[in-house]
């Protein structure tokens, strides 16, 4: 298509009135989409980005959690909707709604084949993530492949997508929405719509906001996603008197290679090798337990912890016995002969890095070491200690990952109901604007990180917002 | 470092691949990626020939262009794969066969036409070449069964040995000749093979033109090798009859060498007829555009032999039948001394990385599914 006939098209596809418009194009834009269309409803998807860029973060996404009573032939043996709940109250610490996070686990039962009706495929869990193959179903081919499938199933229900649309300003009036501002190729277009889904992600690429939050440091994180998710969709809601949830500071950070592109690394540019030895810091100093816990659970806290220390740069060093321990990176490591090499690679202070690295292998302790449990190589007199997997560094070549914090996923969000319905700040829902996904995200989980939970709560949401925004036009 | 600059590609997107994982459901490439941490050059000529281009991989990648890694593994497999037939082309003399291989092909087919025709022209006599011939032993008369078995024959095991040179060079560079071969693993490739298993983007099927999945080429593709096995079965049951039997060509409509060898012929017309409008539609971002020679070349050819096998059948029994003889035979023999110089190979290589990918599974105890 010419790009005056593409203009020409999109033109005419703005200037229709729709049942329901959706903002957004990720899986929990595309749930919603189906299931309103489904319902009957003349449905117009608007995506920001182009595109090959269309489904934002879901397109790097690997799989969802799903509660459920029996194997089936990927999962590999029951989650029951309690174990779930365990899961989710332990790594929120509380922060999370009870009602609507119980309310999501039960209804996480249907999204098995609720996604096989839509074409999704599904594989057993990945190499390297074992330990997920019960609680969570990997989408075969990735999350784009998801994306494709749920796209594909959209134009086969007749719903408009538009791409490179993106929603600039919303008319609410006390509650009610009553159209939208969309960008299209430098115009402005007024589309009306009977009601109004919301689900345009995070705001975790909005590099100002993040800074708002977090200070100057907020200029030296990655963000592993979409540079679309700027948060403007959420911005205006909460500007128009939508009721907030969640602290603009709560997000999943994970340590990722420092080399990886400022936006949209995806999941190849995470790194897997802290617990094989040790991180510093600027400084040359270590600052936290690096074997506290297996890697996938102590995963998300490193993001954190790096983005705390100075300049938000962090060093993993590991010896030649540990290099092939851990899942590949797709950066080569850095590697030198000497301690002292390795920091002048780094631009370290030579002397402390030996310091440091000194008195670890000094404090290490003899033990068994075995990457497969919580063993007992353990450091003893250090501050912090290194509680497992304590091996000296000792054998050259050395090598070294660094590492920068990385953001996933933002949790401030809109405040939502079992309905998805928009909560106002006077407490009232709206009566036809729904929000689903990572914008709504905080509802359910509040602090810490559950693998595959964000595709969950897209999903269920997204069903629902789609069902509930088809009902509200055809009463 | 590595031999090519496509290897050296091949090599950075196995590295990205291999932390990222998500396509390893999709086929083999990808777990038999995994076995490794480094890449040789014998490695990721393996892998390429493992892959079959279904380009699943590439309408799944998030990191597929325009995304900065410019992940784009079915073309650079594709590329270090028609590479890899050059290096283990026998005798060496003959690697530039791959250079420009659709033009080389065509001529050597024309060439072994037009051979063909001039010879029967000038040896048989005018009178038996453009007139009716009919009954036992009629293309005998045009060209005697000896020397049509002495010229095929010599043809043929001429293609058979360089092939199998060709498929030693092949095993030793991925590694795998010191090796002991099973049969279960044998087993394993065939049954892979035969239902072309990897090229069926992980179960949805394969992607042509986009990201919607197709099954097309896989059907087509199995038109054309089945075509061509039944071809090679009339020819070898024709043998049986005139060696153990004495029975002569031409066979009667309902015997055994002309019903397999209408129904191979009709595969092979069907066939690579709808393999060659897939590769006119196939999305040209993911394919290896300046080696389209070479498989047009040998679409072509195939297809040529099926059809012109037909018309030979179809019209036997008229005057044409000699004139189509020799084109027809003409179109064999080109087909078949070339076969080890085209894009026929890759059916032999993919079939022995299926093999070594079922050893290495075997060997990790991965056996089954
Ligand atoms: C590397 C990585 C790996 C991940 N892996 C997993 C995983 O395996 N499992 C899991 O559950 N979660 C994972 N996540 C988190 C997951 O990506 C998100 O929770 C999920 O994708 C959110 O879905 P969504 O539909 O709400 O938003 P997105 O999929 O991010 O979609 C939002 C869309 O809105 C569009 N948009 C934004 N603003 C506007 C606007 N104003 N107008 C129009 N459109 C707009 C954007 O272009 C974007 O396409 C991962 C995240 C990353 C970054
Ligand atoms: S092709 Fe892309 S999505 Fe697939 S494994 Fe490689 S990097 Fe990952
Ligand atoms: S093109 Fe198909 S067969 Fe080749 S690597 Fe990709 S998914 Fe595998």
Redesign the pocket.
């Known amino acids: 298509m010419s790009s005056e006939t593409a203009r020409d098209r999109a033109s005419e596809i703005l200037a229709r009135r729709y049942d329901v418009l959706v903002?957004?194009?990720?899986?929990?834009?595309?749930c919603a989409a189906i299931n309103a269309r489904r319902g009957g409803a003349e449905v117009l998807v608007?995506?920001?980005?182009p595109r090959f860029?269309?489904?934002?973060?879901?397109?790097?996404?690997?799989?969802?959690?799903c509660a459920h009573d029996e194997a089936n032939e990927v999962l590999t043996g029951p989650y029951p909707e309690e174990e779930f709940w365990d899961d989710l109250l332990r790594v929120t610490g509380g922060e999370t709604d009870e009602e609507l996070a119980k309310f999501t686990i039960r209804e996480s039962k249907e999204l098995w084949d609720f996604m096989n009706e839509q074409g999704v495929r599904f594989q057993p869990s990945l190499g390297g993530t074992l330990s997920l193959g019960r609680t969570?179903a990997f989408f075969l081919g990735g999350?784009r492949a998801l994306i494709n499938a749920l796209y594909l199933t959209a134009e086969k229900l007749g719903i408009e997508v538009l791409y490179d649309?993106?929603?600039?300003d919303l008319e609410i009036e006390d509650g009610f929405f009553s159209a939208a501002a969309?960008s299209y190729a430098g115009r402005e277009h007024r589309v009306e719509a009977k009601a109004l889904v919301a689900?345009?992600?995070?705001f975790?690429a909005n590099i100002e906001w993040l800074t708002e939050a977090w200070g100057p440091e907020a200029e030296n994180f990655l963000i592993?996603?979409?540079p679309?998710?700027?948060?403007?969709?959420l911005r205006m809601l909460l500007d128009r008197g939508v009721k907030q949830i969640g602290d603009p500071k709560q997000c999943?950070a994970v340590a990722i290679d420092a080399r990886a592109p400022k936006f949209d690394?995806?999941?190849s540019t995470r790194l897997d090798c802290v617990v094989f030895g040790i991180v510093v810091n600027r400084n040359a100093e270590r600052f936290y337990d690096e074997g506290e816990d297996f890697w996938p659970k102590r995963y998300a806290i490193w993001g954190r912890l790096v983005a705390a220390q100075p300049d938000q740069i962090g060093y993993a060093i590991i010896d030649s016995r540990s290099i092939d321990k851990f899942m590949p990176s797709i950066f080569p490591p850095i590697e030198a002969g000497s301690i002292e090499e390795l920091a002048g690679k780094l631009e370290l202070d030579p002397g402390k890095l030996r310091a440091t690295v000194d008195g670890f292998n000094a404090a290490v302790q003899p033990g068994n070491f075995d990457p497969n449990a919580l063993d007992d190589c353990r450091t003893e007199g250090l501050a912090p200690e290194k509680t497992h997997w304590a091996r000296t560094i000792s054998e050259p070549p050395f090598y070294a990952y660094p590492l920068r914090p990385g953001i996933?996923?933002t949790y401030l969000g809109v405040r939502v109901n079992k309905r998805a319905q928009i909560i106002m700040d006077d407490g009232k829902p709206s009566a036809n604007m729904f929000a689903?996904?990572?914008?709504m995200?905080g509802n359910v989980l509040g602090q810490g990180y559950l693998?595959?939970?964000?595709?969950?709560?897209?999903a269920v949401f997204?069903r629902i917002a789609g069902r509930e925004a088809g009902n509200y036009v055809r009463n | 470092m590595f031999a090519t600059k496509d290897l050296e590609e091949a090599d950075r997107l196995m590295r990205i691949c291999n932390a990222c994982r998500y396509c390893e459901g999709l086929c083999a490439v990808f777990p038999a990626m995994e076995m490794r941490r480094t890449f040789s050059d014998g490695d990721l000529n393996y892998l390429s020939n493992l892959c079959h281009q279904c380009g699943a991989c590439y309408y799944d990648c998030q990191y597929a262009p325009p995304h900065e890694f410019d992940v784009n593994v079915p073309r650079t497999l594709s590329k270090v794969r028609t590479d890899s037939y050059r290096s283990y082309a026998w005798p060496r003399a003959f690697a530039p066969m791959f250079e420009r291989n659709g033009l080389m092909v065509a001529l050597v087919a024309s060439l072994s036409v037009a051979v063909f025709l001039i010879g029967f022209m000038a040896w048989s006599d005018p009178g038996v070449m453009f007139s009716t011939q009919t009954g036992e032993g009629a293309f005998y008369r045009i060209m005697p069964h000896n020397a049509m078995v002495a010229v095929f024959g010599a043809a043929f095991l001429y293609a058979i040995f360089a092939m199998w040179m060709g498929f030693n060079a092949f095993w030793k560079d991925i590694g795998a000749s010191g090796e002991r071969l099973e049969g279960q693993s044998v087993w394993q490739a065939m049954k892979d093979a035969g239902q072309l298993r990897y090229l069926d983007g992980g179960g949805v099927g394969c992607m042509n033109e986009d990201e919607r999945p197709t099954d097309m080429r896989r059907h087509y593709h199995h038109a054309t090798f089945y075509g061509f096995m039944l071809c090679l079965a009339s020819t070898s049951v024709a043998t049986i009859y005139h060696y153990a039997f004495g029975w002569e060509a031409p066979y009667s409509w309902y015997s055994l060498p002309v019903i397999l060898g209408t129904v191979g012929g009709i595969g092979l017309v069907v066939g690579p007829a709808g393999l060659l409008g897939a590769k006119w539609t196939r999305d040209r971002a993911m394919s290896d555009t300046g080696r389209f020679g070479m498989d047009i070349a040998f679409l072509a050819m195939l297809f040529l032999v099926g059809a012109t096998g037909l018309l030979l059948l179809f019209l036997r029994a008229t005057p044409a039948m000699g004139t189509l003889l020799a084109i027809h035979l003409g179109f064999v023999f080109g087909f078949f001394i070339t076969m080890p110089y085209g894009k026929f190979v890759h059916g032999l290589y993919r079939f022995g990385a299926l093999v070594r990918y079922a050893m290495e599974r075997r060997a990790a105890g991965l056996v089954g599914a």
């Open positions: 903002v957004g194009g990720g899986n929990a834009a595309l608007v995506e920001a980005a860029y269309r489904g934002g973060n879901t397109r790097h996404t690997r799989n969802l959690r969570n999350g649309a993106e929603v600039t969309v689900a345009a992600g995070g975790e592993r996603g979409t679309y998710n700027k948060g403007s969709m999943h690394g995806g999941i996933t996923f689903a996904g990572e914008i995200a693998a595959g939970i964000g595709m969950t709560i897209g997204g």
